[in-house]
């Protein structure tokens, strides 16, 4: 199993303060910093996200910009997109291939392009129609083959018209990058294996199981998959968080335990999406995603109320947190312990859950380190400690 960084570009301001202009750039030399030292150390990739408006969530608008730096300073470590937000709207897909090309280029051939249907406040931003978002963004992932390896190229449907054109500049890889899509319900999952190209997991403290059963969506996916003249990237990759450590105790007082907790409560906030579509999916309950959930909501939503002691122990502290009461760390700590989906621990309490993942299948991991207000040293003594330590060991 191969270990990639996931990267938002996130950083939790602290209590009281406000963005700027500094704060800003501290994040993007941290996130420098840290992809040179994924390269050195053997990652498998560096993937970066797009969103927009986001905040402190994602501080991640102009990916591809970024990734156009990585290039430039490692040598080893593939480059991901995960991925260009698909609806026509947002990203053309002549643009989304013409700026893929050149990253793949410019990199030497480590380019990995996955697209993304969106939602919420990015749907909203860009007046994206929800009914055809899915539509949009597999009209996409059929049209990136094309352009990629054909001299003369021409598409016409509902949501785009091209006469004829040359795309260039083209990619070093041959016949292409590999495809990926991002995959957060039964049907995108089935989807993507169906379209070959790779599944982009990005459930949130699921069960093993149920991580499982969508990986098993994907499978029946590629079972009935047409790859339409594109080769197939049969790779199923699934999102965690993860922080390693030296011992249990610094694990605890990382703060990563309660960066986890920050994450998924500020998600559906950012994006103005329902909550409970998050914490259904915490309880294992997947939906195949719909236009009304995925949708922006028209006003914010109303909090009050919340169970503080659901039975499930890290829904009642995503609820207390919301409702502003003190989180204990190590009661944190210990609750994202018992997760397994979550890798968080010393070097040999990872590695066993990151067997976990291999077990169900997982070809590889979307690790994410720098979450929350998490520093920048923590992250990258973890970032160390996986790359000596757990790669090696999964090597084997």
Not at 69 to 94: C, D, Y
Not at 259 to 276: G, K, M, S
Not at 333 to 353: L, N, P, Q, T
């Amino acid at each position: 199993m191969i270990l990639d960084i996931f990267s938002e570009l996130q950083r939790a301001r602290p209590a009281g303060t406000s963005p700027g202009p500094a704060f800003e750039q501290e994040v993007f030399l941290d996130s420098i910093e840290q992809a040179r030292l994924a390269d050195e150390l053997g990652f498998g990739c560096w993937w970066t996200v797009e969103h927009h408006g986001a905040d402190e969530f994602s501080y991640s608008s102009s990916p591809e910009m970024v990734l156009a730096v990585l290039s430039q300073v490692t040598e080893r470590i593939h480059l991901g997109h995960a991925g260009v937000l698909a609806p026509f709207s947002i990203n053309h897909p002549m643009r989304v291939a013409e700026r893929a090309a050149f990253l793949d280029q410019m990199s030497g051939g480590r380019l990995e392009l996955g697209l993304a249907r969106s939602g919420g406040t990015e749907w909203e931003t860009f007046e994206v129609d929800p009914e055809t978002s899915r539509e949009q963004l597999r009209e996409a992932l059929l049209m990136m083959p094309k352009m990629w390896t054909q001299d003369s190229f021409e598409w016409k449907s509902d949501f785009a018209t091209i006469p004829p054109r040359n795309v260039v500049p083209k990619p070093i890889q041959q016949p292409h990058p590999p495809l990926w899509q991002t995959s957060t319900s039964p049907e995108s999952f089935y989807m993507a294996g169906s379209l070959g190209v790779g599944a982009l997991g990005t459930t949130l403290v699921s069960p093993l199981s149920t991580l499982k059963k969508l990986l098993g969506e994907y499978d029946r996916g590629l079972a009935n998959c047409d790859p339409a003249g594109h080769f197939v990237n049969a790779q199923r990759s699934i999102f965690t968080f993860m922080l390693c450590a030296e011992t249990r105790q610094a694990a605890i007082d990382s703060g990563a335990a309660e960066a986890i907790l920050w994450f998924i409560n500020a998600a559906p906030t950012v994006f103005h999406v329902p909550r409970d579509t998050w914490i259904d999916a915490i309880r294992g309950d997947f939906k195949d995603s719909s236009p009304e959930s995925d949708a922006a909501l028209d006003a914010p939503e109303d909090f009050e109320g919340l169970d503080l002691n659901d039975p499930v122990p890290v829904i009642a502290l995503l609820n207390r947190q919301l409702a502003g009461h003190p989180i204990d760390k190590v009661e944190a700590f210990e609750v994202m312990e018992s997760i397994e989906s979550v890798v968080i621990g010393d070097v040999d309490a990872c590695e066993a859950k990151l067997k976990g993942f291999a077990d169900i299948g997982a070809d590889r991991l979307m690790c994410l380190m720098q979450m929350g207000a998490v520093p920048n040293e923590v992250v990258m003594k973890s970032i160390r400690l996986t790359g000596e330590e757990l790669i090696p060991r999964l090597a084997d």
